[in-house]
Antibody, heavy 121, light 107 residues
Framework: EVQLLESGGDWVQPGGSLRLSCAAS????????MTWVRQAPGKGLEWVSA????????YYADSVKGRFTISRDNSRDTLYLQMNSLRAEDTAVYYC??????????????WGQGTLVTVSS | DIQMTQSPSSLSASVGDRVTITCRAS??????LNWYQQKPGKAPKLLIY???SLQSGVPSRFSGSGSGTDFTLTISILQPEDFATYYC?????????FGGGTKVEMK
């Protein structure tokens, strides 16, 4: 059974940093692309970033480019999102999601339950 | 970036109704269109990928159609567990983008 468990969400002040983690199990992690999607309170879904199976290709939304870094440790079956220079508009539930194959630019077939990031002074 | 526009943003329906939600892309995305269902406080769930392919385990009352710029999600016979918000997403290129969502409410 595919399981994705996010962690690392917290309250942080504007300008601060946070690292999210997503522990994966139930599938061969390195064979699949992974994605972060966020949802601000009461709002819709926003695609944030994606990474290919071995991490060689990464993609970002314009809203986070230069501030967020996606990475993965295939030896630990774990996905990361390093978030720097956080802004109030980054406040959201962050979901990690699995892709259906190696390519990062595809839909997400399994999702974690999300972790809440609150950016506020 | 490709803009995705869903309509309506909300609708009221009764159990047993046929429900149709539309999604329009700002330019052609071939069949790179996916549909998700999200219930309050829960993660999204993939329903349809590649415009018309039903994800494993999803009931056959859900169907998708379209190509190019215009797409449709249809629920043939609405069930109580189908009251939720539905999102379309294009995966033609990055950044992948979602529609604004359609909330299906009980009439």
């Amino acid at each position: 059974e595919v399981q994705l468990l996010e962690s690392g969400g917290d309250w942080v002040q504007p300008g601060g940093s946070l690292r999210l983690s997503c522990a994966a199990s139930g599938f061969s992690f390195s064979n699949y692309a992974m994605t972060w999607v966020r949802q601000a309170p009461g709002k819709g879904l926003e695609w944030v970033s994606a990474i290919s199976g071995r991490g060689g290709s990464t993609y970002y939304a314009d809203s986070v480019k230069g501030r967020f870094t996606i990475s993965r440790d295939n030896s630990r079956d774990t996905l990361y999102l390093q978030m720097n220079s956080l802004r109030a508009e980054d406040t959201a539930v962050y979901y990690c999601a699995k892709g259906p194959f190696y390519d990062a630019s595809a839909y997400s077939d399994y999702w974690g339950q999300g972790t809440l990031v609150t950016v506020s002074s | 970036d490709i803009q995705m526009t869903q309509s309506p943003s909300s609708l009221s329906a009764s159990v047993g109704d046929r429900v149709t939600i539309t999604c329009r892309a700002s330019r052609s995305i071939n069949s790179y269109l996916n549909w998700y269902q999200q219930k309050p406080g829960k993660a999204p769930k993939l329903l349809i990928y590649a415009a018309s392919s039903l994800q494993s385990g999803v009931p056959s009352r859900f169907s998708g159609s379209g190509s190019g710029t215009d797409f449709t999600l249809t629920i043939s016979i609405l069930q109580p567990e189908d009251f939720a918000t539905y999102y379309c997403q294009q995966s033609y290129n990055t950044p992948l983008t979602f529609g604004g969502g359609t909330k299906v409410e009980m009439k």
